[in-house]
């Protein structure tokens, strides 16, 4: 099983190994690490780019419980540098954490956040409503995300019964295994495009600049 350094840092460059490197009937290989950087597609996160060993990496997938990094061409197995690429992982990493913020100023209105989209140009999250949520306007939403990346908080990690719990300062935890900015104010300003309530779900489209 890889190793998922990212889940504790946010380095950009790491040796590794690579355990095996196959080719695949469309011309891509398929390799597999004892340990990587790159944050695959999943969690509404958009895989990470870069490099190993200098051939691009086009996309990080899971497949089961293999974390498998579709390439551009092939990596020999054994000793093999990373380098993911930062603005990428940057712009992921802020539209990630904006996601998180959204969904726990939804909860002031008493909607939860169930599923989200976070990728750059169709950022979404989806509300589930609580018991009596209240009624809740675009701006008055864009006025409280506002508030809590404005509170500067700093990002904490924990484990709690198996499961990684990220979070700013003392606001809720949520259950993640993206990538998340050190402090909220790295977020930026988060635009909210569009809401739109439709069986008893609520649908927040939001944008940040790249």
Not at 9 to 33: K, W, Y
Not at 116 to 131: C, E, M, S, T, Y
Not at 199 to 204: D, E, I, M, P
């Amino acid at each position: 099983m890889t190793e998922r350094v990212y889940y504790t840092s946010d380095a950009l460059e790491m040796e590794t190994d690579v355990v095996s490197c196959t080719r695949q009937e469309d011309g891509r290989f398929h390799v597999v690490l004892s340990a990587t950087l790159f944050h695959p597609q999943g969690g509404g996160q958009p895989s990470d780019r870069g490099t190993i060993n200098g051939v691009p990496l086009l996309q990080a997938i899971q497949d089961g419980h293999t974390l498998v990094h579709i390439m551009e061409g092939p990596v020999q197995p054994g000793k093999a540098h990373l380098l993911v690429d930062a603005e990428v992982r940057n712009l992921h990493t802020r539209y990630h954490s904006a996601g998180h913020i959204i969904g726990l100023a939804g909860e002031k209105f008493g909607w939860l956040g169930v599923k989200g989209n976070h990728k750059p140009g169709d950022g979404r999250i989806v509300f589930d409503a609580l018991a009596t949520p209240e009624p809740m306007t675009i701006e008055a939403l864009a006025t409280e995300i506002g508030a809590l990346v404005q509170r500067s908080e700093s990002r904490i990690i924990t484990e709690a019964e198996g499961k990684r719990l990220v979070t700013w300062g003392t606001l809720k935890p949520y259950a993640c295994g993206g990538t998340h900015v050190l402090n909220t104010a790295e977020i930026g300003d988060i635009r909210l495009i569009k809401m739109k309530e439709k069986k008893g779900q609520l649908s927040v489209q939001y944008e940040l600049d790249a």
